[in-house]
């Protein structure tokens, strides 16, 4: 399953957690990963990424320290802690990779080449 797959995705209320997870096929250690969001009527945007290593982490100003990403190499999984949330945080929320060994975080959607379908992410006030 070259396609990322998303779960996770739910509603929340304000102040609340969610944690989304997504699974692609291998080589998983040799891609790097990164969620994005769209909200209604807005472009989609980068929410956090993760090198292949794991050694380098970025996040969009409007998650930090709120949102931390992490991934499982063993399990093929990467996850996306989000806490605190907020309703602008209300989006579908989208799993790319992207097969590189570069230690930069890219943030570009066009840079990566396979996209999961997206789950909802709902945070009420």
């Known amino acids: 399953q070259v396609q990322p797959v998303e779960s996770g995705g739910g509603l929340a209320q304000a102040g609340g957690s969610l944690t989304l997870s997504c699974t692609t096929s291998g080589p998983f250690s040799s891609l790097q990963m990164a969620w994005f969001r769209q909200a209604p009527g807005k472009e989609r945007e980068f929410v956090a990424g993760?090198?292949?290593?794991?050694?380098?982490?970025d996040y969009a100003e409007s998650v930090k320290g709120r949102f931390t990403i992490s991934r499982d190499d063993a399990q093929n999984m990467v996850y996306l802690q989000m806490n605190s949330l907020k309703p602008d945080d209300t989006a579908v929320y989208y799993c790319?990779?992207?097969?590189?060994?570069?230690?930069?975080?890219?943030?570009?959607?066009?840079?990566?080449?396979?996209w999961g379908q997206g789950t909802q992410v709902t945070v009420s006030s």
């Open positions: 790319a990779r992207l097969m590189s060994r570069n230690q930069e975080v890219q943030r570009r959607p066009s840079r990566f080449q396979h």
């Open positions: 993760i090198t292949a290593s794991g050694r380098n982490s």
